[in-house]
């Protein structure tokens, strides 16, 4: 009897979860996708296509940091059909999420056809590194020095992360020096692991928001 009543129970699930897939990333602090527009103007909106398909809107003003191959740019100049990651954040009185910073993936270079006498092999120092940092943080600096940041976080407590020569420190939208860094300021930490498995700061953002026009 209760392996008939089992039997009747899968049919049910598999049908509620067709219905009520996961829930998409519209609230996800950090998402990746295509970028399908952008608005040209200091301040506007942008919309992406995440992994799932699903579109998604963000608001954005000139104080969010844009940023391609390690340069500053303007929003005007990102293009439809650039992989972006996007760092947001929820605004009280706003229905879109606040994008701080706005990556350019870059896609990996075509593979040149080979041709006879011309086969060469694969060299690392000649190939441009790109750096990807896939996790991101929000919390209140606790204690930092010039080697580590500790972040006091409501979800994971307090986390220690590594602070590398190359991270960025952006005020404001501002890049500024890491003696900038104070304790009990709120920041953003844009971060990844490296190869021992510790997770070092790429870039550590913080300031006020200016409210999207």
Aim: glycine fraction near 6%; proline fraction near 7%; aromatic fraction near 6%.
């Amino acid at each position: 009897m209760r392996a008939i009543g089992i039997m009747l129970l899968i049919p049910w699930m598999v049908a509620a979860q067709a219905v009520h897939p996961p829930g998409p990333p519209e609230n996800a602090p950090l998402v990746r996708g295509v970028l399908l527009e952008c608005d040209t103007h200091a301040a506007g909106e942008l919309s992406i296509r995440a992994a799932d398909n699903r579109v998604l809107r963000y608001q954005f003003d000139r104080l969010t940091y844009v940023e391609r191959e390690d340069r500053l740019i303007e929003p005007a100049r990102l293009a439809a059909g650039e992989k972006v990651e996007v760092v947001s954040e929820a605004v009280a009185g706003y229905p879109l999420r606040y994008a701080r910073t706005i990556h350019v993936i870059q896609p990996a270079a075509p593979a040149r056809p080979q041709t006879l006498g011309r086969l060469r092999a694969y060299d690392p120092k000649t190939e441009p590194a790109i750096r990807a940092g896939n996790i991101t943080f929000s919390g209140v600096v606790f204690r930092l020095n010039s080697q580590r940041v500790v972040l006091h976080t409501r979800e994971a407590g307090d986390l220690s992360i590594l602070l590398r020569k190359d991270t960025r420190y952006l005020a404001d939208g501002q890049l500024v020096d890491a003696e900038s860094l104070k304790p009990n300021m709120r920041v953003f930490v844009r971060a990844g692991k490296d190869l021992y498995n510790e997770v070092e700061a790429y870039q550590v953002i913080w300031g006020r928001i200016l409210n999207p026009r």
